[in-house]
Nanobody, 129 residues
Framework: QVQLVESGGGLVQPGGSLRLSCAAI????????IGWFRQVPGKEHEGVGC????????YYADSVKGRFTISRDKQKNTVYLQMNGLKPEDTAVYYC??????????????????????WGSGTQVTVSS
């Protein structure tokens, strides 16, 4: 069985931090590009950032640049989304996604894929005082 499982969501005050985990079951993430997305009810999902399968380079949407960091632990077959300086507008369900394809050509967040073969079921992040 192949799946992605997110964890680490929860309630945090503005300015706080959370680290989301995305564990792969049934396959190795080593040869996959990774994307993180978020969605608020009633809105389309929004890209947060991505990680390259070739050299682990990362790219971020302007809304989270400088606050969020994506990393990979190959031994644990897990990808992380470290979120610092959280704002109420970061409240959403967060999803990780994996695809064997390479990132797009271009620069910045435009390099991130939107289509992925595998998606997790999401974890809720709520930023509120």
């Amino acid at each position: 069985q192949v799946q992605l499982v997110e964890s680490g969501g929860g309630l945090v005050q503005p300015g706080g931090s959370l680290r989301l985990s995305c564990a792969a079951i049934g396959f190795s993430l080593d040869e996959y590009s990774i994307g993180w997305f978020r969605q608020v009810p009633g809105k389309e999902h929004e890209g947060v950032g991505c990680l390259s399968r070739t050299d682990d380079s990362t790219y971020y949407a302007d809304s989270v640049k400088g606050r969020f960091t994506i990393s990979r632990d190959k031994q644990k077959n897990t990808v992380y989304l470290q979120m610092n300086g959280l704002k109420p507008e970061d409240t959403a369900v967060y999803y990780c996604a994996a695809d064997p394809g390479f990132l797009r050509r271009g620069s910045g967040y435009r390099r991130c894929r939107q289509e992925h073969d595998y998606w997790g079921s999401g974890t809720q992040v709520t930023v509120s005082s």
